[in-house]
């Protein structure tokens, strides 16, 4: 036996609901709600299981115009059909409801015959919409998934034989796209629709599809090419363009000529120096210039058999100076405008998303284009589902929360909800238990700015609080990623989080300090981890001297009150950079607090330029802002000793700087044994 349908009422008068529903409660389920608010709040937990909403005008809280207009927003109205019941029967009000998405309007007093037929009528319609973008949605999904799978399965072969990680596939694709979403606001000069940054992005894949034909021993070298080598190996440009050209019967397709423009000319250069054909400035089509440049930065930042990788800074640098050859101008201004950003966004891409992204923006493109006015909700519900899905089936037995933006409302996982002792919906969370308990109410308005401030582009949020889990302190790591409409602009639809950590064997928050051994802003060792590692050389150094370089920022606050603090993020992400990028692998570089670091490194003869070396490359200007720094260095000197009694005299050394002119770096001393008394 079917499940019947279900139908929502909202009328403030109990009468006339109770009058519809006993219309209607024979073939159909019926939810009630008394005013608008309390509607979207059942839409927000039961919108699939909605066939229909018969909803009147004039209520308190919430009216029936401003009802429509959030369904509007949050694309329900797409996806609910929407009756109209009203003594109002102003052409007006009606012509207002219609514009809003009302699908019909009936007029009280009712007429039992006419409600059930609107209803019968409204609701098999309904159905049928809701199945036609389902089966468009499946079609279009299982197309595009084919499709991209080919790309991604040809282009990781090419990698797998080049002996690179198929990582590289993957960035230089998200580079793609990234910059020509970027160029295409800067100009409207190259026509970039959405649907051809999509068709250049995923033709980016095939970029190196002709090294293919490249034999191993000069594709794997471990070294220079000789020169006869190098012209081998630039005939790859020329073949891949042939591999494409020589697919029959599919050469006038829109992928397969992007494809082939990026494959033969990926290596030309602005000012006609690069190769096969020596095209100069806009001769070189545009989706060949995005993907040499993504091409050139992956290479420099990643490892290669020939060369180790290179930071960000110094990759991003390489190329504004035109040290990899020249690029457009206007594509140049995009890159420095964005490196950062582009930066951050390399650093969250992986196997697992890479496809299934493309695929779900290429159907959401793909519905709103050609399919029903139905399918965008749909395809969003699917994006939706699937993000969900992925945290949830990933995390087991964890409190795992989902926040609403509109109408606010924070939903538990069952198991987080049990354990934390509160309902699975929460409405008003700010005024809950949860949001003034679990939380303070301090922490978590923090946690609501932060997830308002966060981007599409930037949409993950980690922040610790000390929270109250089941009548004990506890500090916890709250993770929330937001997720976003595509909307112009996209607005916020919530997030979905955790908190971590629950005990899987005794349900219980733990008691431990919940940092991992690196920094999570800088990729640093944290103290912790630094300490335990360095305790562990210098129990097994034998004879061997080390040397610990401890040092903050002099400025941290001038460039948080004069750039503001997202520039004072960028700033500690930057000293973190040159510390690591002018160490050795087997140093050990740690950032132990806000502005502070150590490094920690064996003694030589060359310690003294090697300590001017790295102040001086620290104290280098940061984007028009002077760095300054006071540096301590304290030497073991034969006798056993261990991270504090090191870290101690190092910091004496520091102080003892501060406090004499600052900027500089000095080695501990008898002298300083009682600085900081």
């Not at 036609?132 to 797998?160: G, P, T």
């Not at 006609?272 to 545009?286: A, N, R, T, V, W």
């Amino acid at each position: 036996m079917n499940a019947k349908k279900k139908i929502l009422i909202v009328d403030d008068s109990e009468m006339n609901r109770a009058l519809l529903e006993d219309m209607l409660s024979e073939d159909y389920d019926i939810l009630e709600a008394e005013n608008g608010l309390i509607a979207s709040r059942i839409i927000q937990e039961q919108e699939m299981n909605i066939s229909l909403m018969l909803l009147d005008i004039v209520m308190p809280v919430m009216d029936g115009f401003g009802l429509l207009k959030l369904m509007n927003k949050k694309g329900w109205i797409k996806n609910i059909p929407v009756i109209m019941i009203s003594a109002e029967t102003a052409s007006t009000y009606m012509d207002k409801a219609y514009g809003l998405g009302a699908v019909d309007y009936v007029s009280r007093p009712f007429d039992e015959r006419t409600v059930r037929h609107r209803v019968d009528s409204n609701v098999l319609l309904g159905e049928k919409q809701k199945d036609l973008s389902s089966r468009l949605a499946a079609q279009i999904y299982e197309k595009e998934k084919d499709n991209r799978l080919m790309i991604e399965i040809l282009s990781h072969i090419v990698e797998f034989r080049n002996g690179e990680s198929g990582l590289h596939v993957l960035h230089v694709h998200a580079i793609t796209e990234f910059l020509l979403q970027k160029l295409a606001k800067k100009t409207d000069k190259y026509n970039l629709s959405p649907k051809q940054i999509t068709l250049i992005s995923n033709a980016s894949a095939l970029h190196d599809v002709g090294k293919i034909s490249i034999p191993s021993e000069i594709l794997n070298k471990q070294g220079k090419l000789t020169d006869e080598e190098f012209e081998i190996m630039k005939t790859h440009t020329l073949e891949g363009a042939k591999m494409l050209e020589d697919i029959p019967y599919r050469s006038n397709e829109p992928l397969i000529k992007i494809s082939y423009e990026i494959c033969r000319w990926h290596h030309e250069r602005f000012d006609g120096s690069g190769y096969p054909d020596g095209l100069k400035g806009e001769e070189i089509p545009i989706s060949a210039q995005v993907v040499a440049l993504a091409d050139v930065y992956d290479a420099l930042t990643s490892r290669r058999v020939y060369k180790p990788s290179f930071p960000h800074a110094q990759a991003v640098e390489m190329i504004l100076n035109g040290a990899c050859g020249a690029f457009n101008p206007l594509l140049l201004n995009c890159f420095k405008d964005c490196h950062k950003e582009l930066d951050k966004k390399l650093k969250q891409v992986s196997f697992d998303d890479s496809v299934e992204n493309d695929i779900q923006n290429s159907l959401v493109r793909t519905l709103k284009t050609e399919g029903t006015e139905a399918s965008s909700r749909t395809v969003r519900l699917l994006e939706h589902e699937r993000n969900k899905f992925k945290i949830l089936s990933s995390l087991s037995r964890e409190v795992i929360f989902e926040y609403n933006a509109m109408p606010e409302m924070v939903t538990l996982s069952e198991w987080g909800a049990d354990f934390l002792g509160m309902p699975v919906k929460i409405f008003n969370p700010a005024d809950s238990d949860f949001g003034k308990k679990v939380f303070t109410k301090k922490d978590f308005a923090d946690l609501i700015k932060k997830i308002k401030s966060s981007s599409p582009e930037s949409p993950s949020i980690i922040e610790k609080y000390l929270l109250n889990i089941k009548g004990v302190k506890t500090w916890c790591k709250v993770y929330v990623r937001t997720m976003w409409n595509d909307a112009d602009p996209p607005e916020l639809e919530g997030g979905i989080g955790k908190i971590v950590d629950v005990n899987d064997e005794v349900n219980e928050i733990k008691y431990l300090e919940l940092e991992v051994e690196k920094d999570y802003r800088t990729g640093l060792l944290n103290q912790k981890a630094a300490k335990q590692k360095i305790n562990d050389v210098l129990g097994a150094s034998g004879k061997k001297k080390f040397a610990m370089i401890m040092f903050d920022l002099d400025n941290l606050k001038q460039a948080n009150d004069t750039r503001g603090h997202l520039f004072g993020d960028e700033l500690i992400e930057h000293i973190a950079n040159v510390a690591k990028a002018n160490t050795r692998a087997e140093d050990i570089v740690a950032r132990i607090g806000g502005d502070e670091f150590i490094i920690f490194m064996e003694y030589t003869r060359a310690i003294e330029s090697q300590i001017k070396r790295i102040f001086k490359c620290i104290t280098r200007e940061f984007e028009q802002f002077d760095v300054s720094v006071s540096m301590g260095v304290a030497c073991t000197d034969g006798a056993p000793t261990d991270y504090d009694k090191l870290f101690e005299k190092a910091d004496r050394a520091a102080y003892a700087v501060k406090h004499n002119g600052k900027n500089a770096y000095r080695f501990y001393d008898a002298s300083m044994k009682d600085v900081l008394k």
